[in-house]
């Protein structure tokens, strides 16, 4: 029975249950989100998130990716508090804990 019970752990244990992670949409973005805050969706990385948030939504794809699929250089992407850039850019890992925020830069102004 032991064993029985051992072999049911590892097993269990291997499984990887997806949970879902925060993205959280700033405002100029959400009319392209169905005017959503927040989004929930399940990845390992951060590309993977990106992935499934532009497949959801399409027409942020154009706000968020130049027309050859890189990051629009106006748009930062954290995890927590952290750049992207400064860990491991779309590869970054993240858990069920973690929150993706989308912050795009903004200029202009009055001199």
């Given amino acids: 029975m032991n064993a029985c019970k051992t ?3 590892r097993v269990k244990k291997e499984e ?3 949970m ?5 949409i700033p405002a100029p973005l959400r009319p392209y ?3 959503q805050e927040v989004v929930q969706l399940e990845g390992a990385t951060v590309g993977e998130l990106l992935d499934g948030l532009v497949s959801r939504f399409a ?4 706000h968020l990716y130049t027309e050859d699929g890189r990051f629009r250089s106006y748009v930062n992407i954290y ?5 992207i850039r400064s860990l491991q850019n779309e590869q970054t890992p993240v858990t069920e ?3 993706i925020s989308i912050i795009p830069s903004i200029a202009g102004g009055k001199e």
Avoid: G, M
């Avoid at 027409?59 to 154009?62: E, M």
């Avoid at 995890?79 to 750049?83: A, Q, S, T, W």
């Fill in 7 to 9: 072999i049911y752990c």
């Fill in 16 to 18: 990887s249950i997806a």
């Fill in 20 to 24: 879902p992670v925060t993205i959280l």
């Fill in 33 to 35: 989100t169905n005017k």
């Fill in 59 to 62: 027409n942020l794809k154009k």
């Fill in 79 to 83: 995890v927590n508090d952290e750049d």
């Fill in 97 to 99: 804990k973690d929150v």
